[in-house]
């Protein structure tokens, strides 16, 4: 998810009990929801190094458990040492261990929601999980969570101006967490109305071997359905309010027949690193006056509706065969003079 969707949880956690239970909860909180996104720094060493290791040993639950108590520890002891400025709670350690451990979980919880997935067993299992019901931006997320967040502010401000006992903000946080799980909930079951609609279809005569739907921008009723045959891929628009599907919506990916150009670009690192990542590569094998371009798409991330999809990796070969340059696109699109 987003850092905002993570900073707005974060918010909500500490609001919903623990800034009552010891100093510095909101701030250990807020940095341990974010905390786990540590391993962006991997972007420095390109995008193929930021696919291998982005949501790796940081979003396992060693990893965020080993922040957890990392992060209370660095805040208890400084916070031992910092002088209180207004009146609250005293710092107790215990509290903000357990603050930091639930903030730094609710980064990995809310990252297997979505598409991308999490490999949660990091170091011992690399597989990705992922429950595919939430985009990796969500405004209705953010929508129920600044309401439980701020709404209590809002009533706050009323009742001192009505000269009546001023509210708390505990109420709405704990809406706000409860809103986000019925979300959840609703998007869970209109993603299982999506997978049945795909699986009971057949497309060109073919039965699916398997199907997944990947959840759009805002309406938790509308989707994009990948489903994979023998002979192809096809992606089409899935909206569980409608009575049914029509195949003849669906973009069809055909399957390239092997080939030695395909097999000298699977053993490139880009395309381990991503054939680890991707759930439905469709490669392209294009030869040209320079020699053979491989390209290799995740379906999961291609729309419905239009021609490009993101996630891509492009390999370029000579006549020979030889690797002459390899890439990375989180968008699909390569620049002609990178190496």
């Given at each position: 998810?987003?850092?905002i969707?993570?900073?707005l949880?974060?918010?909500?956690?500490?609001?919903?009990?623990f800034?009552?239970k010891t100093?510095?909860?909101t701030?250990?909180?807020?940095i341990?929801?974010?905390?786990p996104?540590?391993?962006m720094?991997?972007?420095?060493?390109g995008?193929?190094?930021?696919?291998?290791?982005?949501?790796g040993?940081?979003h396992s639950?060693?990893?965020?458990?080993v922040?957890?108590?990392?992060?209370?520890?660095i805040?208890y002891?400084?916070?031992?040492?910092?002088?209180?400025?207004k009146?609250?709670?005293?710092i107790?350690?215990?509290?903000?261990?357990l603050g930091c451990w639930?903030?730094?979980s609710s980064?990995?919880?809310?990252?297997?929601t979505n598409?991308?997935?999490?490999r949660?067993?990091?170091p011992?299992n690399?597989?990705?999980?992922?429950?595919?019901?939430?985009?990796?931006?969500?405004p209705?997320?953010?929508?129920?969570?600044?309401a439980?967040?701020?709404l209590?502010?809002?009533?706050?401000?009323?009742?001192e101006e009505?000269?009546?006992?001023?509210?708390?903000y505990?109420g709405?946080?704990i809406?706000?967490?409860c809103?986000?799980?019925a979300l959840?909930?609703l998007?869970?079951f209109?993603?299982?109305?999506?997978?049945n609609?795909?699986n009971?279809?057949?497309?060109?005569?073919?039965?699916?071997?398997r199907a997944s739907a990947?959840p759009?921008?805002?309406n938790p009723?509308d989707?994009t359905g990948?489903v994979?045959t023998?002979q192809?891929?096809?992606v089409?628009p899935?909206?569980?309010l409608?009575e049914?599907?029509?195949?003849?919506?669906?973009?069809?990916?055909?399957k390239?027949a092997?080939?030695?150009a395909?097999?000298?670009?699977?053993a490139?690192?880009?395309?381990r690193v991503f054939?680890?990542f991707?759930?439905?590569?469709?490669?392209?094998?294009?030869s040209n006056?320079?020699?053979?371009t491989?390209?290799?798409?995740?379906l999961?991330?291609?729309?419905?509706?239009?021609?490009?999809g993101?996630?891509a990796i492009?390999i370029q070969?000579d006549?020979?065969l030889?690797v002459?340059?390899q890439?990375?696109s989180f968008?699909?699109?390569?620049?002609?003079n990178?190496?």
């Open positions: 998810m987003d850092n969707t993570h900073t949880t974060g918010l909500a956690i500490s609001q919903a009990g800034n009552r100093r510095y909860a701030l250990a909180i807020v341990g929801a974010n905390l996104d540590i391993d720094v991997s972007r420095f060493g995008n193929v190094d930021y696919l291998e290791y982005h949501r040993i940081t639950i060693i990893g965020v458990t922040l957890g108590a990392l992060l209370a520890g805040v002891l400084l916070g031992k040492r910092a002088r209180p400025t009146a609250g709670p005293p107790n350690g215990l509290w903000l261990l639930v903030a730094t980064h990995l919880l809310l990252d297997f598409a991308y997935g999490v949660p067993f990091l011992f690399g597989h990705w999980y992922a429950w595919d019901i939430e985009p990796i931006i969500d209705l997320l953010w929508l129920v969570l600044i439980g967040l701020a209590p502010a809002l009533f706050r401000l009323i009742s009505v000269g009546a006992r001023k509210t708390g505990q709405g946080a809406f706000a967490l809103a986000v799980v959840w909930g998007r869970d209109s993603h299982s109305r999506a997978l609609m795909l009971s279809m057949t497309y060109r005569q073919a039965i699916p071997q990947f759009g921008f805002t009723f989707w990948v994979e023998p192809a891929f096809y089409l899935v909206d569980v409608s049914g599907l029509d195949a003849q919506d669906a973009r069809v990916f055909h390239p092997p080939s030695p395909l097999e000298a670009a699977m490139t690192r880009t395309a054939m680890d991707a759930r439905y590569p469709w490669p392209q094998v294009v006056e320079n020699g053979v491989v390209t290799i798409r995740d999961r991330f291609q729309s419905a509706r239009m021609q490009r993101g996630f492009r070969l006549h020979e030889h002459r340059s890439q990375f968008s699909g699109n390569f620049q002609s990178q190496s």
